[in-house]
């Protein structure tokens, strides 16, 4: 295991200024967010400038891409299938094997989630690319039984671990090990059972525990610290808190 950030942790920034100050916190591995309604690169930015867009996500820095965070907002299934595709290539040129997305809102029928999460595993699987499917609240993976079924029903499917969601909301806590055998990638802050996001240390997540919960299904990926902008908090030292106690984990 090793330690990697988001670009999403300086979404306020331009892409190549969040890289460099992940650079000046002594990160070296990145997960690029390929978000339409954020203000770095947009999926259908890719889709139509695919050549441009590998170009830019080769400049990292020195920073080594890791995963690419993908969310799309099509007009159409054609479009969206289109755009997801685009990253897909992407990601292999940029030799990089982990796209995230989200599951679809709860209320959604579960054999269409099942037919698009199909689709996903099937484009990305012809580039050499693996699906991993963000564990969240509000979302159909909310509840880890059902995360871990979507990995059993659509062959390929793994999932993206994102702990807080387990810990603040309704799973309030309980244990979610089901689904540490389909982790294909790790997203980490620090948090409690009534707030997502809280300063790092003034939370319960149990760092240590879940490293070791991973090692033991012997996953070797990133643990990618994920942690949003808060209002009067020095961003930076949150960073470099984060990055340090993970290290001392490992």
């Known amino acids: 295991m090793f330690v990697a950030a988001s670009t999403r ?5 331009p892409l190549d200024a969040a890289l460099q100050r992940l650079v ?17 690169l947009k999926p259908s930015q890719v889709a139509q400038h695919l050549e441009k867009a590998v170009q830019i996500c080769r400049r990292t820095q ?15 299934e054609a479009q969206y ?15 990089v094997n982990t796209i995230a997305v989200r599951s679809e809102e709860l209320g959604t029928p579960f054999n269409a989630e099942i037919e698009r999460l199909q689709e996903l595993v099937r484009l990305a699987a012809k580039e050499g690319v693996v699906v ?26 793994a999932l993206t671990l994102d702990p807080s969601h387990y810990i603040c909301g309704p799973h309030q ?21 009534d707030c997502l996001q809280v300063r790092v240390g003034q939370g319960v997540i149990e760092y240590g525990r879940l490293i070791t919960q991973l090692a033991k299904v012997d996953y070797t990926r990133a643990l ?8 009067d908090v020095d961003q930076m030292a949150e960073m470099r808190k984060i990055r340090l106690l993970l290290e001392s984990l490992l």
């Open 62 to 76: 020195r920073l080594t891409p890791v995963a690419y965070s993908v969310e799309i907002q099509a007009d159409s």
């Open 224 to 231: 990618c610290v994920d942690i949003a902008p808060m209002e």
């Open 173 to 193: 806590g309980a244990p979610f090990e089901q689904v540490m055998e389909h982790v294909c990638h790790v997203r980490l802050r620090d948090s409690t059972k």
């Open 132 to 157: 991993g499917l963000v564990t969240e609240s509000g979302r159909m993976t909310q509840d880890p039984a059902t995360a871990a079924v979507f990995c059993k029903n659509v062959k390929g499917l």
């Open 24 to 40: 000046d916190l002594e990160y070296t591995a990145v997960e690029i967010a390929l978000d339409e309604s954020g203000g770095h």
């Open 9 to 13: 942790c300086f979404s306020n920034l």
């Open 81 to 95: 299938y289109a755009q997801f595709d685009a990253c897909c290539r992407l990601a292999k040129a940029t030799k």
